[in-house]
């Protein structure tokens, strides 16, 4: 198994940018620790680490949009990885974007320039 150095960081976390293996978009940026990584290595799909829940996630467990691992890169300190994925479902953003980057500034505001997938209500509840 390939090692990540997972130490650099305090909370043993390493960036992991996901991006689409076919069109190179960059679908989102997420954290890793060892746990998270060797789960992706095992299912084929990306798994990451929630710090605002503090638990491994499977990317799509709620809303169906998961993410099918095509291909791994790792940065030349073995601390940061791209997922080159098959993006299943159409969106990587849990507000229902293809991509979280769905903003673009123009000027001093943001522009919305995707359009949304699915309505984050429908499939995660009302979080109010």
Same mark, same amino acid.
């Given at each position: ?11 043993? $976390? !390493?960036? *992991?940018? *996901? ?7 960059? $679908?989102? #940026? /997420?954290?890793?620790?060892? *746990? /998270?990584?060797?789960?992706? $290595?095992?299912?084929?799909? /990306?798994? %990451?680490? @929630?710090?605002?829940? @503090?638990? !491994?996630? $499977?990317?799509? &467990? @709620?809303?169906?949009?998961?993410? +099918? !691992? +095509? &291909? ?5 300190? =073995?601390?940061?990885?791209? %997922? +080159? ?5 159409? *969106? =990587?953003?849990?507000?229902? %974007? ?6 673009? #500034? ?6 919305? !320039? ?6 984050? =209500?429908?499939? %995660?509840?009302? +979080? &109010?």
């Amino acid at each position: 198994m390939v090692t990540l150095d997972f130490t650099k960081s305090p909370d043993g $976390l !390493i960036p *992991a940018i *996901a991006q689409d293996y076919q069109s190179g978009a960059v $679908l989102m #940026l /997420a954290y890793v620790n060892e *746990a /998270a990584w060797k789960k992706t $290595l095992e299912t084929g799909s /990306a798994h %990451y680490w @929630s710090r605002s829940r @503090s638990q !491994i996630w $499977l990317k799509g &467990e @709620s809303s169906g949009n998961v993410q +099918k !691992i +095509k &291909e791994i890169l790792v940065d030349c300190d =073995a601390d940061c990885i791209v %997922y +080159k994925v098959d993006q299943l479902g159409g *969106a =990587a953003c849990h507000k229902g %974007y293809p991509t979280c980057f769905f903003r673009k #500034l123009e000027g001093d505001r943001l522009e919305i !320039i995707e359009t949304q997938v699915f309505d984050p =209500a429908e499939v %995660y509840g009302s +979080k &109010e």
